[in-house]
């Protein structure tokens, strides 16, 4: 089956840096979406990105599906960003869920 | 709109005792999925439930189970409850199938197995 790999797998920042989160997928997707997960377990959908670019205030995410790759980044971060990031693919009727990158930010 | 809401937010079973957990869509959308997540085996997809048919299964034993109704609300069961079923169970709904569209999550059932 088709393998996610998200890195890196930890990440610590102080306030106000910014940051680059990485998705690699082994084969071709339907589609792909980015989570924060916040410490009580909900996924908040950051970004439904199949291919291209888009932004959303201080994030944005870009997916090259012909190279099997998704990037995330985190502009001037603050502590309310702090949480696991997760990286979804959809194919072959299943949603796959990357491995997370755990973001923690310092004031 | 009303999010994606699941019932109960929190469970105390003991081995051996079967659950049922529950999970309203967003209205409107006919799909539902289920995802368990541990910290051993990160968030793994269970089965998806599109107009009362289950589409697809993971890797699960029979012992997890669901249903869907008419009016999309869907149901998880587990029977013969193991320690390692513990974990926090979600579901997210979407307008169409789950491999090609975005998913909504509700925000999780915490099953503890003693």
């Known amino acids: 089956g088709i393998q996610v790999e998200q890195s890196p797998p930890d990440l610590i920042l102080q306030e106000g840096a910014n940051s680059t989160l990485r998705c690699n997928f082994s084969d071709s997707v339907n589609n792909l979406q980015w989570f924060h997960q916040n410490p009580w377990g909900q996924l908040i959908n950051l970004f439904y990105i199949p291919s291209g670019t888009k932004q959303n205030g201080r994030l944005s995410a870009t997916t090259v599906a012909t190279e099997r790759y998704s990037l995330l980044y985190i502009s001037s971060s603050q502590t309310t960003d702090s949480g696991v990031y997760f990286c979804a693919v959809g194919n072959t009727d299943k949603l796959i869920f990357g491995t997370g990158t755990r973001l923690q930010v310092f004031p | 709109k009303a999010g994606v809401t699941q019932t109960p937010r929190y469970l105390i079973k003991t081995r051996g005792q079967q659950v049922t957990l529950s999970c309203s869509p967003i209205?409107?959308?006919?799909?539902v999925s289920w995802y368990q997540q541990t910290p051993g085996q990160g968030l793994q997809f269970l089965f998806e439930y599109f107009s009362e048919t289950q589409r697809n299964k993971g890797n699960f034993p029979g012992r997890f189970s669901g249903r869907q109704f008419s009016n999309s609300r869907s149901e998880m069961n587990v029977s013969t409850l193991e320690l390692g079923d513990s974990a926090l169970y979600l579901c997210?709904?979407?307008?169409?199938?789950?491999?090609?569209?975005?998913?909504?999550f509700g925000p999780g059932t915490r099953l503890t197995v003693t």
């Open positions: 997210a709904s979407s307008m169409g199938l789950v491999d090609g569209y975005e998913q909504y």
């Open positions: 209205s409107g959308h006919r799909s």
